[in-house]
């Protein structure tokens, strides 16, 4: 079930009927199946910005509490890898006059300009 509700839901979560699937998958499966509540979230996850458009996705989350508190972590792990990632971008962004690696990029920078 899980490979073919993947399938449908590659462009299938843009329809209301999502919001249908997540209540009805929470509705139907323990807390302790985490397969298809896990996909469900990934997708959404990865659609977010959209879902919140809709005020259909705004009910499944108020409806179904379970799915809303794993949004919040999902969400909330997304975020901290973004910040992660951040941070290693500013710091790769620091360069000095010391090391013959930021040398050799000044150079080259110099060269192709």
Same mark, same amino acid.
């Given at each position: 079930?899980?490979? /073919?509700? @993947?399938?449908?839901?590659?462009?299938?979560?843009? @329809?209301? %009927?999502?919001?249908?699937? *997540? +209540?009805?998958? =929470? %509705?139907?499966?323990? %807390?302790? %199946?985490?397969?298809?509540?896990?996909? +469900? $979230?990934? +997708?959404?996850?990865?659609? *977010?910005? #959209?879902?919140?458009?809709?005020?259909?996705?705004?009910?499944?989350?108020?409806?179904?509490?379970?799915?809303?508190?794993?949004?919040? =972590?999902?969400?909330?792990?997304?975020?901290? #890898?973004?910040? /992660?990632?951040? #941070? $290693? &971008? &500013? $710091?790769? #962004? $620091?360069?000095?006059?010391?090391? +013959?690696?930021?040398?050799? @990029? @000044?150079?080259?920078? *110099? =060269?192709?300009?």
């Amino acid at each position: 079930m899980g490979l /073919k509700f @993947q399938t449908a839901t590659k462009s299938g979560w843009e @329809q209301d %009927d999502f919001t249908l699937a *997540i +209540i009805e998958a =929470y %509705d139907s499966t323990p %807390d302790t %199946d985490r397969g298809l509540r896990d996909l +469900i $979230v990934e +997708i959404a996850g990865r659609n *977010i910005e #959209k879902l919140a458009e809709s005020g259909f996705f705004g009910s499944a989350l108020w409806e179904v509490p379970t799915f809303a508190s794993d949004m919040v =972590y999902a969400l909330s792990s997304k975020l901290e #890898k973004l910040e /992660k990632v951040e #941070k $290693v &971008e &500013e $710091v790769e #962004k $620091v360069e000095c006059t010391s090391c +013959i690696h930021c040398h050799l @990029q @000044q150079v080259k920078a *110099i =060269y192709l300009s």
